[in-house]
């Protein structure tokens, strides 16, 4: 099977990045708590805001080494030394 090791590679690194990522933005959620101002509170929305735009660009990131990893396997490389190919005219 014919599979080009670099794009492979690097969309293996994307994707792990962006799992390690996702794991750690859900792990450090912010949290509310009653009692809180308002300033705390715009100040929270704000965070959990941040957090979500963050998981979104790491769900992309993660969507862009998948793709990687499957055009890998249908990516060929050129020999150096194959010779290319010709077109032949057709005889009128």
């Known amino acids: 099977m014919l599979v ?3 794009i492979c590679t690097g969309g293996i690194a994307m994707l ?3 799992i390690i990522i996702i794991i750690n933005l859900n792990v450090t959620m912010p949290v509310g708590q009653s009692g809180m101002t308002e300033e705390e509170i715009i100040d929270l929305m704000t965070k959990q ?3 979500k735009d963050i998981t979104t660009l790491a769900g992309i990131l993660i969507g862009v080494g998948f ?3 499957l055009i890998s396997f249908g990516a ?3 020999r150096k ?3 290319e190919k010709e077109e032949k005219k ?3």
């Open 4 to 6: 080009d090791k670099k």
């Open 16 to 18: 792990v990045i962006g």
């Open 49 to 51: 805001q941040e957090n």
């Open 67 to 69: 793709m990687l990893i």
């Open 76 to 78: 060929r490389r050129r």
């Open 81 to 83: 030394g194959s010779p």
């Open 90 to 92: 057709p005889i009128t």
